[in-house]
């Protein structure tokens, strides 16, 4: 079974500044999907990236990008330019592609992202 | 269209009460996932459904727990004998086809209280 670690219960950062979100998973396939959900406090769930592992090129999603690094199973998401709007829980999440699409996704336990003003 | 919705958005059930969830996809999403999420963690998968066919219900804790989505679209998450372990916020997901890559749109949840 997989499983996923986000280390870091909570973090805090000063508005207009950079913040890095950990995630270390595991895994014996090499053919899945890797993504970072955000859960405000109203706890709609919101995709803000994905990362498909057969590539090399890390994924960017205007101020959001992630560090992929597959061979240490680390994914790490960094927001620059951190806005207000950014504080809610952050999810990092793996979905296998063995399953042809049929897999659920399995979570880290989030990371509670508190935006100082 | 509008996003996923569920409904209640709240439930208080006595123990052993039988409860149901009820999760609205989006029009014309395939795909239908349910995950339970205890408090201060990370939703945890439950079933999945292709339009009606129920095709993994692995993560479904017990067998008080029955899902179904008859006509490929609502989807119906049924608790019996409800116990306090089940309080928890149960969250839906739809994406529009069986891939791996597709994008699961959640809903609000239903946060159900079991005293």
């Known amino acids: 079974a997989q499983t996923v670690t986000q280390s870091q219960p909570e973090m805090s950062v000063q508005e207009a500044e950079t913040v890095t979100l950990s995630c270390t998973y595991d895994t014996s396939e090499s053919d899945y999907y890797l993504f970072w959900y955000k859960q405000p406090p109203s706890r709609q769930m919101i995709l803000v990236i994905r990362q498909e592992a057969y590539k090399q090129q890390n994924a960017t999603e205007n101020r959001f990008s992630v560090n992929f690094q597959k061979a240490a199973k680390s994914f790490s998401l960094k927001i620059s330019d951190s806005q207000l709007g950014d504080a809610a829980m952050y999810f990092c999440?793996?979905?296998?592609?063995?399953?042809?699409?049929?897999?659920?996704?399995?979570f880290g336990k989030g990371t509670h992202l508190i935006i100082q003003p | 269209g509008a996003g996923v919705s569920q409904s209640p958005r709240y439930k208080v059930a006595k123990r052993g009460q039988d409860v149901a969830l009820r999760c609205d996809p989006i029009?014309?999403?395939?795909?239908l996932f349910w995950y339970q999420q205890a408090l201060g963690q990370g939703p945890e998968f439950l079933t999945y459904?292709?339009?009606?066919?129920?095709?993994?219900k692995s993560g479904l804790p017990s067998d008080r727990f029955f899902a179904e989505r008859p006509e490929g679209s609502v989807s119906t998450l049924k608790i019996q004998r409800t116990q306090q372990e089940d309080s928890a916020v149960y969250l839906c997901?739809?994406?529009?086809?069986?891939?791996?890559?597709?994008?699961?749109?959640f809903g609000p949840g239903t946060r159900l209280t079991v005293l």
């Open positions: 997901a739809s994406s529009w086809a069986r891939s791996s890559y597709n994008e699961q749109f």
């Open positions: 999440a793996y979905r296998s592609n063995s399953g042809g699409g049929a897999d659920g996704l399995t």
């Open positions: 029009s014309g999403h395939v795909s």
């Open positions: 459904f292709q339009n009606e066919a129920q095709l993994d």
